[in-house]
């Protein structure tokens, strides 16, 4: 493995694969509320519904194929997630009501997270071990230019074309994925007739790691300060006469981004994920306490720019941390640990931030987000972070 190149086909195979599948997630996810609303009368709440049952389909497959993609193999969960993802995308040209429209969504997140199950697992055997947190890093950034270019692209095909003709692309690009699945090879974990029996056994470690405990709370906790943002800010953008920036801010977050991951990768790589993280929590609560305060539309920009570096960084090097810390036939499992608790923490963050709206300005509640990630300073240097130091430390005398 060590010897094996970075950059090769079925690295770029995979990441392609899942950035096509996040550009559809973000794609959709911006207009389906505004599809809810035009086209079958739906309320506020219940078009917010259509977008959220998505994540209880997408939560419910990462647990149950996070727990048994060694026993069905990674290439073949992958070939099942991106057959439901294609037949529930077809099925967005037939929506007659609202129920049906919660049933195509439910259905459409579990084969995203069927998908982004194999594809978070597969790549963990497509990086060479010593390049692992670089590779992760490319890897992520998949995912961060999808989460840009995915809503931009959904806003602006919904001002020049149809819904139908947008399902059409959609159902094109996930085509695509078919065809680089078949040239994608996968390196599959060879289990032991015991590990299968207890794989298949029904126990809470089978569908949670608990050696990624802590990086997973971790997760739920920068979600949760980051879900803040995703729902609250361009209602915050509005209040403070700030809209035009705050159209920028996600741009300037995927640039950020894009510049940093590969830097951050290396650096997780030759000294350590201490390095990495600590920085991690001490930029998002930058970023929330210069949002909470920003009057002008530089320092919201510059305010995207932390926030950039801490969550951004943050969730593609804790994904490198579970791969880092648990046997290879675990490594499934962790991802969906981590990954679970990750969109929890996205999931319930507006809903308990939100409650605090009556009682908080949106200041107040950017800086309850930027508490929390300082919290996640104090709670990964006493859990993780001290342990993974000394670590380091060992290795570094061993190697002199």
């Known amino acids: 493995m060590d010897t094996k190149s970075l950059w090769n086909k079925d690295f770029l195979l995979d990441t392609g ?79 007659p009501n609202l129920l049906m429209m919660y049933i195509i969504r439910f259905l459409n997140g579990m084969g995203y997270g069927i998908i982004s199950t194999a594809t978070n697992t597969i790549v963990a055997g497509c990086i060479p071990e010593k390049r692992r947190g670089e590779g992760i890093n490319y890897y992520g950034l998949s995912t961060s230019l999808a989460a840009a270019i995915g809503p931009c692209l959904g806003m602006f095909l919904m001002t020049v074309s149809s819904f139908k003709m947008i399902v059409v692309l959609c159902a094109a690009l996930t085509g695509i994925c078919v065809v680089g699945c078949f040239f994608l090879k996968a390196h599959e974990v060879e289990l032991t007739p015991e590990e299968r029996a207890r794989i298949k056994k029904i126990s809470l470690e089978n569908y949670i790691e608990p050696r990624v405990a802590v990086i997973s709370i971790l997760g739920f906790l920068m979600g949760f300060s980051y879900s803040s943002v995703l729902s609250f800010l361009a209602e915050y953008t509005r209040e403070i006469h700030l809209v035009t920036a705050g159209t920028f801010f996600f741009v300037v977050y995927a640039v950020v981004i894009t510049i940093t991951r590969p830097m951050a990768g290396v650096i997780f790589d030759r000294k350590g994920e201490n390095y990495v993280l600590y920085p991690c929590y001490f930029c998002l609560a930058l970023g929330m306490f210069m949002l909470s305060i920003t009057h002008t539309a530089w320092f919201l920009l510059l305010a995207g720019v932390f926030i950039g ?25 962790a991802l969906s640990t981590y990954f679970v608790a990750l969109d929890l923490g996205i999931g319930v963050g507006p809903y308990i931030l939100g409650s605090m709206r009556d009682s908080l300005s949106f200041p107040g509640l950017y800086i309850v987000s930027g508490m929390v990630a300082l919290f996640c300073f104090a709670f990964y240097y006493l859990f993780y972070g001290r342990k993974a130091g000394k670590r380091v430390l060992v290795e570094e005398t061993n190697l002199q």
């Open 309 to 333: 570096l801490g969550y951004g960084t943050f969730m593609s090097n804790g994904q490198a941390v579970c791969i880092k810390i648990v046997p290879p036939h675990r490594v499934s499992v």
């Open 17 to 95: 694969i899942n950035f096509i599948v996040f550009l559809i997630y973000y794609l959709l996810m911006v207009i389906i509320a505004v599809v809810a609303k035009d086209q079958l009368n739906a309320s506020l709440s219940e078009a917010g519904l259509a977008s959220g049952i998505f994540i209880v389909g997408t939560l419910l497959a990462r647990l149950q194929f996070g727990k048994e993609i060694e026993v069905y193999g990674r290439k073949r969960t992958l070939y099942i997630g991106i057959f439901i993802y294609f037949v529930t995308i077809l099925m967005y040209f037939y929506i």
